[in-house]
């Protein structure tokens, strides 16, 4: 017997992609490309282990939000260098009022690397996402689903950055996390297994792709044809 490999990657792809909007929610504001469901992850204070500051004006926070709208709407209209100051001026503003580091710099650093990436700008979408990760760290935990979606970020910026060992590895360490974190029976895992699945085709190792076909196939969808 042996698997008809084409047969099989494309019904895996078309089942997960009509599941994909039961699992996937848009950012209110337009920002986030897509987040993963929670499911399993714990909750924790948006401002645990943040330092100390000192109480921020109603002035200040309605100065940043209306700073951050605009660079929003800006970006969604396509006028991306008109976006990029404002955007850095409300994160500017942020990190003065709140610290370097706090959560609430988390939320204006991901619609800036959406802006850099729009403007092809990889080297500093990578540096963002980097500057991201302690804070998810901190105030999530490593092995929680906010850092496996932004390790998946990751995984498309070295990519297009064409360092496709660093890609691998945050690739396969999502998977990792989500498969602790959400279980094996859970369409956002079985999506970043096929992806991890695809990765592996493309570089000649289809034996490890199989197994992610396998547990994509017996815990979502019907197993594929076998000839």
């Not at 645990?48 to 309605?62: F, L, N, W």
């Not at 690397?113 to 991201?132: F, H, N, P, S």
């Not at 760290?137 to 496996?148: D, I, K, M, S, W």
């Not at 932004?150 to 396969?172: F, H, N, Q, W």
């Amino acid at each position: 017997m042996k698997w008809d490999f084409p047969s099989m990657h494309h019904h895996i792809t078309y089942v997960l992609k009509s599941s994909v909007l039961a699992v996937l929610m848009l950012s209110v504001a337009g920002t986030q490309t897509a987040t993963f469901a929670v499911g399993g992850a714990k909750k924790v204070d948006a401002d645990a282990g943040a330092k100390p500051v000192p109480k921020i004006s109603q002035e200040t926070r309605t100065e940043i939000k209306d700073l951050t709208k605009q660079a929003v709407e800006l970006m969604r209209a396509g006028k991306l260098n008109e976006a990029l100051p404002l955007a850095l001026s409300a994160l500017t503003k942020t990190e003065a009022a709140f610290g370097k580091g706090h959560f609430e710099a988390s939320k204006l650093l991901e619609p800036l690397a959406r802006i850099y990436d729009e403007l092809g700008k990889q080297e500093d979408v990578l540096r963002v996402q980097l500057q991201m990760m302690p804070i998810l760290f901190r105030v999530y935990g490593e092995r929680t689903t906010q850092v496996a979606r932004l390790r998946e970020g990751l995984t498309e910026t070295y990519t297009k950055l064409g360092k496709p060992d660093k890609a691998l590895a945050e690739l396969e360490t999502s998977v990792d996390i989500k498969r602790e974190v959400l279980g094996p029976n859970n369409v956002s895992l079985a999506i970043s297994m096929n992806k991890l699945a695809d990765v592996y085709v493309e570089n000649g190792d289809t034996a490890k792709a199989i197994p992610l076909w396998e547990a994509v196939s017996y815990t979502h969808l019907t197993l594929p044809t076998i000839t």
